[in-house]
C-alpha cells in the first residue's frame, strides 16, 4: 500500500465552503487543504496529563446529544468551568437563525482577522478539545477509553480505494442512477443486459409512492465496504484485538503526546500484511483481518458519535451563561440538524457526513435536503419526503454498484479466457454419460434435504453461494434457478458443485459440531 503523504492528514478534507442560506450545508467544491506543521499530527491523549479545559464546579450538567456506538444507554455529563483555559481559541462558532427559530451551529476555523474557514467535522478529531473529552471520558468507569482512543486514531486509516477499501466514496450522478455508466466498463452483452435491467429500476422506483416502497437503502452497505455492527453488543475478540493494538500504538507517541500518521498507517499495513500474527487472539489466523474489519467498523461509528460530543463541548464553550445552564439546543429539531452536521445520525446509519465528502453533487443536494426540511415550516412533512428520496437514490445506487461488480467479474473472466493457454481436446469417455447422470441424481437427493434446512443454512453462507442457492431451494427445479441467475444448466450445475456444495457441507459440518 502507497503510504498517505505527510502534509495530508485524512482525505476529503475542504479548504473552503459557500454557506448558502437555507439549506445549512454545501459540501461541493471540495479540495485538499495545504496542512500546517501541526496538522501534519495527530494527538494522542495522554493518560498522564493533567486537565486543562475542564473544572469541578456546579454549575450544571450537560449532556451530550448521545449515539450508541460505545454500546450503552446513558448520556455522558459534562462540567464546564467559568475560569478554563480557552484552548482551540482559533475556533468559533457561527449561528445561524432561520425564519423559524431554527438555529444552525457551524464551527469555523479563523484563518486571519478577517477570513473564516468552515472545518470539516473529521478536523475536530485532531483538536485539544478531543483530548479534553477524551479525559472527561476516562473518568466514567463504564467508558471503555481504549475504544475510543484506538477509534480515533484507526479512521486515520481508512481506505478509499482497491481491494483494502473501506469507504466507498465515487462520484454519482443520476446517469449512475440510471445505468449509463455499466457499458463504460466493459463492450460485452452483460453490461448492456445489466444497464437495461438497471435503467427498468429507475423509472420504477422513481415512479413508486411512499406507501408502494420496498427498499434496500441499506446506506451502511452502500457507502462502505466493512460489515455493519449492532448498536448493542459485546465482543471479548475485539476488545482484545483493541487492547493489543493500542500497547503497538503507544510506542509511536513522541513525548509531547504526538502520533505521525504515517508511521500509524505503516504499522496498520504491517499487521494487516501479516493478518495480525503476533497477537495473542482466540480467532483463527484466516480470520483475523475480518475481525479487524469489524474494529473500523466500530472505529468508524464511534468516531462519529466522539465528532459530535468534541463540537458539542465548543458550542458550549462559546455559548452565552444562559445557555451554558440548560442546553444550547432549544428544541428537537435544533438537535437533529446538529447531529446531521456533526453527529452520526441514523438518517445516514451513524456515518458522519465527513466521511462521504466526496461523492459529488447529487449526493450533497441530498444531504442539503434533509438539513432543510429541519428548518422549514413542514419540518416533519419535508423530512419524510427527503429522507424518502434518499432512500431512494440510494436504493439505486446499491443495485448499481452490485451490477458494475458482476459487469467488472465478467470481464476479468472473458480476458482470463481470452489469453489462456489452448488445452488440448480432452479424451472421450465412455462412462461419462452414466457419471454425469449418477451426479444428477445424488444432487436432486441433496437439494431435497437442504430444503427442509434452508432457514438455518442460507443465513450463515457468504452473499455469493446464498445467490446461488436461494433460486434453487425456491422452486426446487435446477432448470428454472439456472433460468433466474442467467446461467445455462450445466454451467450451474457445475458451480454449485464445485463451489456451493462445498460451502454448505463446511456449513452443515460446524452444525453438528455446535449441536454436540
Request: aromatic letters at 8%; glycine letters at 4%; proline letters at 4%.
Amino acid at each position: 500500500m502507497d503510504s498517505l503523504s505527510s502534509n495530508i492528514l485524512l482525505k476529503g478534507w475542504p479548504q473552503s465552503f459557500l454557506l448558502i442560506g437555507l439549506g445549512a450545508f454545501n459540501l461541493r467544491d471540495i479540495a485538499l487543504p495545504q496542512m500546517t506543521k501541526n496538522g501534519q499530527c495527530f494527538f494522542k491523549k495522554r493518560l498522564d496529563s493533567p486537565r486543562k479545559c475542564w473544572g469541578s464546579d456546579k454549575q450544571g450538567l450537560h449532556y451530550m446529544p448521545h449515539f450508541t456506538p460505545e454500546f450503552r444507554d446513558n448520556p455522558v455529563p459534562f462540567t464546564q468551568s467559568p475560569g478554563r483555559l480557552n484552548v482551540d481559541g482559533n475556533l468559533k462558532v457561527l449561528v445561524t437563525e432561520f425564519p423559524g427559530g431554527i438555529r444552525d451551529f457551524q464551527i469555523l476555523r479563523q484563518e486571519d482577522d478577517q477570513r473564516f474557514e468552515l472545518m470539516n467535522p473529521l478536523e475536530l478529531l485532531g483538536t485539544q478539545t478531543a483530548c479534553s473529552v477524551l479525559e472527561k471520558l476516562q473518568e466514567m468507569q463504564s467508558s471503555n477509553l481504549n475504544s475510543w482512543l484506538l477509534s480515533r486514531l484507526l479512521v486515520q486509516c481508512l481506505e478509499y480505494s482497491h481491494n483494502r477499501r473501506h469507504l466507498v466514496t465515487n462520484h454519482w450522478d443520476e446517469s449512475t442512477l440510471r445505468g449509463e455508466e455499466l457499458t463504460q466498463i466493459a463492450n460485452i452483452d452483460l453490461a448492456g443486459e445489466q444497464a437495461q435491467a438497471q435503467a427498468r429500476d429507475f423509472q420504477i422506483v422513481q415512479a413508486w409512492e411512499a406507501e408502494n416502497l420496498k427498499l434496500d437503502s441499506d446506506y451502511w452497505g452502500t457507502f462502505t465496504a466493512l460489515p455493519s455492527v449492532d448498536d448493542n453488543f459485546q465482543s471479548r475478540e475485539l476488545d482484545l484485538l483493541c487492547d493489543q493494538l493500542c500497547e503497538r500504538i503507544e510506542p509511536l507517541r513522541a513525548p509531547n503526546g504526538e502520533v505521525k500518521i504515517t508511521k500509524l498507517r505503516n504499522l496498520i499495513s504491517d499487521l494487516w500484511t501479516n493478518q495480525f500474527r503476533n497477537f495473542d487472539l482466540p480467532v483463527a489466523l484466516r480470520k483475523r483481518r475480518k475481525l479487524f474489519r469489524e474494529l473500523m467498523a466500530v472505529a468508524v461509528r464511534q468516531s462519529s458519535t466522539l465528532i459530535e460530543r468534541i463540537a458539542y463541548t465548543i458550542v458550549l464553550r462559546n455559548a452565552s451563561m444562559q445557555d451554558r445552564a440548560s442546553s444550547p439546543f432549544r428544541s428537537d429539531r435544533e438537535r437533529k440538524l446538529f447531529e446531521l452536521r456533526y453527529g452520526a445520525s441514523k438518517a445516514l446509519d451513524g456515518i458522519n457526513i465527513g466521511f462521504l465528502y466526496d461523492c459529488g453533487e447529487l449526493h450533497a443536494d441530498l444531504i442539503n435536503s434533509l438539513a432543510s426540511s429541519l428548518v422549514s415550516e413542514n419540518a416533519e412533512r419535508d423530512w419524510q419526503q427527503a429522507e424518502l428520496k434518499l432512500s431512494k437514490h440510494v436504493h439505486l445506487l446499491r443495485l448499481e454498484r452490485r451490477r458494475a461488480t458482476e459487469v467488472e467479474a465478467e470481464k476479468k473472466r472473458q480476458q482470463r479466457e481470452k489469453y489462456a493457454d489452448r488445452l488440448p481436446r480432452p479424451r472421450i469417455d465412455l462412462h461419462e454419460n452414466e457419471e454425469r447422470i449418477a451426479a444428477e441424481g445424488r444432487d436432486e437427493s441433496y437439494i431435497a434435504e437442504l430444503i427442509e434446512r434452508r432457514d438455518v443454512v442460507l443465513p450463515l453462507l457468504k452473499p455469493r453461494d446464498r445467490k446461488r442457492l436461494e433460486p434453487l431451494l425456491n422452486t426446487g427445479d435446477f432448470t428454472e434457478a439456472a433460468e433466474t441467475l442467467g446461467l445455462a444448466v450445466g454451467k450451474y450445475r457445475r458451480q454449485l458443485r464445485e463451489t456451493v456444495f462445498p460451502n454448505v457441507q463446511r456449513v452443515l459440518k460446524q452444525l453438528a459440531r455446535d449441536e454436540d
